[in-house]
């Protein structure tokens, strides 16, 4: 599901532009499961990747990129989550995301 919300939400163009990665290297196959984030992680892939802006999903990410980068960034909600409003929040913050893009150019 959320791979369907984000190409819906962001455009199957524009996913390809973003390097996607996790806020952990821990996997699950539980629909369910949080995983611990890891801000070793998160700041290697900052500084490997140097981005101009980072978009997270969900406030466990959100929480854990705020508190290691402090440049142009964009809190959205999880693609999975179940709030009824979460592809209107997603289709704002690709609308975010293209607008910050189009600044920095």
Same mark, same amino acid.
């Given at each position: 599901i959320s791979?369907?919300?984000l190409k819906e939400a962001f455009g199957e163009e524009l996913c390809k532009q973003i390097h996607w990665d996790e806020i952990?290297?821990?996997i699950s196959d539980k629909p369910n499961f949080m995983p611990?984030?890891?801000a070793t992680h998160i700041q290697s892939v =900052?500084?490997?990747y140097?981005?101009?802006i980072i978009i997270a999903f969900g406030r466990i990410a959100c929480d854990a990129v705020?508190?290691?980068w402090h440049g142009k960034f964009i809190c959205a909600p999880h693609p999975a989550s179940r709030q009824h409003n979460?592809?209107?929040k997603l289709q704002l913050a690709a609308e975010a995301l293209t607008? =910050?893009?189009k600044e920095g150019s």
């Open positions: 791979g369907r919300r952990s290297r821990e611990t984030p890891d =900052i500084t490997h140097k981005p101009d705020e508190s290691v979460v592809m209107l607008k =910050i893009g």
